[in-house]
C-alpha cells in the first residue's frame, strides 16, 4: 500500500506563491502516475496536473498552466506543484494521488488547504 502526505498549504495574498508537496511512502514501486487535484467549497474536484512518476513526462491543466509547476523528485519519493501569481479562485483543499498503470487513481492524501486573499 501507498500512502501520500500534502503540505505546504496556507494563507496567502493574491499574486503571491506557494510551493506544495506529496510524499509517498509504502510501496512506492508500484506508482505509475501521480497526480494533483483541488477542490474548492462547493464545487466537484478539480484535476489540476499530473505526472508519470519514472519518466518525464507531465500534463497541466489549461486553466493553470501558465502559472502553475508540476515536479518531482522520485529518489526523495516526492512530488511537488509551485503556484505563482495566486488568484482568488485558486483557495481550495489542494489533494495529491497516485494509480497503477491501469485503474483510477486509487490512493488520495488527506489534502492540504491553500486559501488566496485578495
Known amino acids: 500500500q501507498v500512502q501520500l502526505v500534502e503540505s505546504g498549504g496556507r494563507l496567502v495574498q493574491a499574486g503571491g506563491s506557494l510551493k506544495l508537496s506529496c510524499a509517498a511512502s509504502?510501496?512506492?514501486?508500484?506508482?505509475?502516475?501521480m497526480a494533483w487535484f483541488r477542490q474548492a467549497l462547493g464545487k466537484e474536484r478539480e484535476f489540476v496536473a499530473a505526472t508519470i512518476w519514472n519518466v518525464e513526462r507531465t500534463v497541466v491543466a489549461d486553466s493553470v498552466k501558465d502559472r502553475f509547476t508540476i515536479s518531482k523528485n522520485t529518489a526523495a519519493n516526492t512530488m511537488y506543484l509551485q503556484m505563482n501569481n495566486l488568484r482568488a479562485e485558486d483557495t481550495a483543499v489542494y489533494y495529491c494521488?497516485?494509480?497503477?498503470?491501469?485503474?483510477?487513481?486509487?490512493?488520495w492524501g488527506q489534502g492540504t488547504q491553500v486559501t488566496v486573499s485578495s
Open positions: 509504502g510501496r512506492t514501486f508500484n506508482i505509475y502516475r
Open positions: 494521488a497516485a494509480r497503477h498503470r491501469t485503474g483510477d487513481y486509487a490512493v
